[in-house]
């Protein structure tokens, strides 16, 4: 029982360059998430998904696109690239059921720099 | 619009002292409050709180909900420099049938030897 597996770890990319972040669980969480972590910001949802195929915008989704084709993987895409899109990302999931979240559980982060 | 406002953004206290961190929160359709430890990696889950009045206890650490007057507080007592970290509070809201979280801006805690 892995978790949440991010990856990469690490990533420098240029302006204007695409790239996508993996996340993947094996918990059988229906409710998967991504945030962006800036310094002094809090953690701010990106895009979220409450099961495979439904997928939503968060807070600031804008340079960001997701899929949710299997409950296992939600993949964070990044379209031309901006220095505004410096930051970690984390990815999460939970299990949702009768009104409740449970069991929480982040990825250990990908620190992506654009350049 | 739904907010989660956290204080102190930043304490530094000696080693063994007690702290007191504050999360208060205005948001419609409340349906939990969290609490989350973050030291390099990702943040880790403390507590879950959605009754008020309830304290949760783990170790030296302890949290309680005030649903009425909307905040939360995080104890920690005896504190050690492995407390050092920043400490979000997260509120769990219902959108449109959906769940979403607001997250504070943390609370960065550095604990002196």
């Known amino acids: 029982n892995a978790g949440v597996t991010q990856t990469p770890k690490f990533r420098i990319l240029k302006i204007g360059q695409s790239m996508t972040l993996q996340c993947a669980q094996d918990?059988?969480?229906?409710?998967m998430y991504w945030y962006r972590q800036d310094p002094g910001m809090g953690l701010k949802l990106i895009y979220y998904s409450v099961g495979a195929g439904i997928t939503d915008k968060g807070e600031v989704p804008n340079g960001y696109n997701v899929s949710r084709s299997t409950t296992e993987d939600f993949p964070l895409r990044l379209e031309l690239a901006a220095p505004s899109q410096t930051s970690v990302y984390f990815c999460?999931?939970?299990?949702?059921?009768?009104?409740?979240?449970?069991?929480?559980?982040f990825g250990s982060g990908t620190r992506l720099t654009v350049v | 619009e739904d907010k989660v406002v956290q204080s102190p953004l930043s304490l530094v206290v000696h080693e063994g002292d007690t702290v007191t961190l504050n999360c208060s929160y205005e948001v419609t359709n409340f349906r939990s409050l969290l609490w989350y430890k973050q030291e390099k990696k990702a943040p880790t889950f403390l507590f879950m709180l959605t009754s008020s009045g309830i304290e949760k206890k783990s170790g030296r650490l302890s949290s309680i909900l005030d649903k009425k007057e909307l905040f939360s507080i995080l104890n920690i007592t005896a504190t050690q420099t492995g407390d050092s970290a920043v400490y979000l509070c997260?509120?769990?809201?219902?959108?449109?049938?959906?769940?979403?979280?607001?997250f504070g801006k943390g609370t960065r805690l550095h604990i002196l030897p």
């Open positions: 997260a509120v769990e809201v219902d959108e449109w049938g959906d769940d979403k979280i607001i």
């Open positions: 999460a999931s939970s299990y949702y059921s009768g009104g409740t979240n449970y069991g929480y559980t």
């Open positions: 918990m059988n969480h229906n409710y």
